[in-house]
């Protein structure tokens, strides 16, 4: 079982009611086990909502909201209910794929803090929370894969 960032399966949960559909991650989704999630919703954060990004290791909206324990929350949970959900469905978690750059999702690169489209080395809480868990993480960037 893959988990997938659900905004790239076409779900409208990104910070701004949209979602980021990528074609290849839609096809791939078609043809293996996988289970669609949001950990920022998981977390109790609303769509839409403000902006967020990860600066000091903490998770700030662009209002200047500290939403940080509402993104591990949603992180911790979000990895929980896709364990389970492998169990239960007695299938390994082989990996994710997980929209780049998102506080959440983001894996290598995430923006800096200041909401100027700046790049630095770092995961997404996600992300950092699958990786601990040791299921390997990949990007819409990284793709496509069969």
Not at 24 to 31: E, L, M, Q, R
Not at 57 to 67: A, F, L, N, P, Y
Not at 92 to 112: F, N, Q, T, V, W
């Amino acid at each position: 079982m893959y988990i997938i960032s659900g905004c790239l399966l076409g779900v409208n949960c990104k910070y701004n009611g949209g979602n980021n559909r990528c074609d290849w991650v839609c096809d791939f989704a078609s043809k293996h086990s996988h289970l669609a999630v949001c950990p920022e919703t998981a977390g109790g954060l609303l769509v839409p909502r403000s902006p967020a990004e990860i600066k000091d290791g903490r998770v700030i909206t662009k209002d200047g909201e500290d939403v940080t324990a509402q993104f591990e929350r949603g992180a911790i949970n979000t990895f929980n209910v896709a364990a389970t959900e492998a169990v239960l469905r007695e299938e390994p978690l082989e990996g994710a794929i997980l929209k780049s750059r998102s506080p959440s999702c983001g894996c290598g690169k995430i923006y800096d803090g200041t909401f100027t489209g700046t790049l630095v080395d770092g995961d997404g809480i996600f992300a950092a929370e699958v990786k601990r868990n040791c299921v390997k993480v990949m990007t819409e960037e990284d793709g496509p894969i069969e």
